[in-house]
């Protein structure tokens, strides 16, 4: 069955520095992966979307993020973190025999000054 | 302007009482959802909705019912509330389609006292 598993619940970077946040897939052929973005008191917004294609996908505000087969994973990643980057993100994967979207249960990303 | 629109952002329930949540899209789609978000689980698929027939349900509870009477809508109605249903509950849509992205309303926070 699909899943995705996001190891760390919560990541503290300091303002500048770079972000990495994992993310591993349980699918069997190739999936559609995603990385979507909560901040406080709101709904869930898309960073970016990984098609078969190109393993890097560039989304927005700086964050990219890796597709790895052989890894089974889908880390993402920001060459320099902001203040307002402060918020939960959850990896998910997409089912092709549904229209069905399982998420991962999110990183709490704190950002210190 | 939101785009999808859920109503009320706030409810408090007693114990045994019946609520209707409201979710309408203004995006045109054709697929709309329910998630659920709470401490226990962080984001859950409820149910799902193509063309206002129910494409797939996650929810074990027939207390939780989907009422779609137009193609923009789908309201959630929770019978006999309980103190664990209370949660956060988003609203999403896509295009129709497998693997499009989804778009969240702000949601509902249910609190069952």
């Known amino acids: 069955a699909q899943s995705v598993t996001q190891p760390d619940a919560r990541v503290t970077v300091s303002e500048g520095a770079s972000l990495q946040l994992r993310c591993k897939y349980s699918?069997?052929?190739?999936?559609?992966l995603f990385w979507y973005v909560q901040y406080p008191r709101q709904g869930l917004q898309l960073l970016l979307k990984?098609?078969?294609?190109?393993?890097v996908v560039q989304g927005v505000n700086g964050f990219e993020a890796e597709f790895s087969k052989s890894n089974s994973s889908f880390h993402l990643r920001k060459a320099s973190v902001h203040w307002s980057d402060w918020a939960v993100y959850f990896c998910?994967?997409?089912?092709?025999?549904?229209?069905?979207?399982?998420f991962g249960d999110g990183t709490q990303l704190v950002v210190k000054p | 302007d939101p785009k999808i629109i859920q109503k009320p952002k706030y409810l408090v329930a007693v114990t045994g009482s019946e609520k209707i949540l409201i979710c309408e899209q203004y995006?045109?789609?054709?697929?709309m959802y329910w998630y659920r978000q709470s401490a226990k689980k962080p984001l859950e698929f409820m149910f799902s909705?193509?063309?206002?027939?129910?494409?797939d349900n996650q929810t074990a509870s027939s207390r939780f019912q989907p009422q779609s009477s137009k193609k923009n809508h789908l309201d959630l109605q929770i019978t006999a509330l309980k103190p664990d249903d209370s949660a956060t509950y988003f609203c999403?849509?896509?295009?129709?389609?497998?693997?499009?992205?989804?778009?969240f309303g702000h949601g509902t926070k249910l609190s069952v006292l």
């Open positions: 699918y069997f052929g190739t999936p559609y």
């Open positions: 999403a849509s896509s295009q129709e389609g497998f693997n499009e992205r989804l778009f």
């Open positions: 998910a994967v997409s089912s092709h025999s549904n229209n069905r979207i399982f």
């Open positions: 995006l045109g789609h054709n697929a």
């Open positions: 909705y193509s063309y206002q027939k129910l494409m």
């Open positions: 990984y098609y078969p294609g190109d393993p």
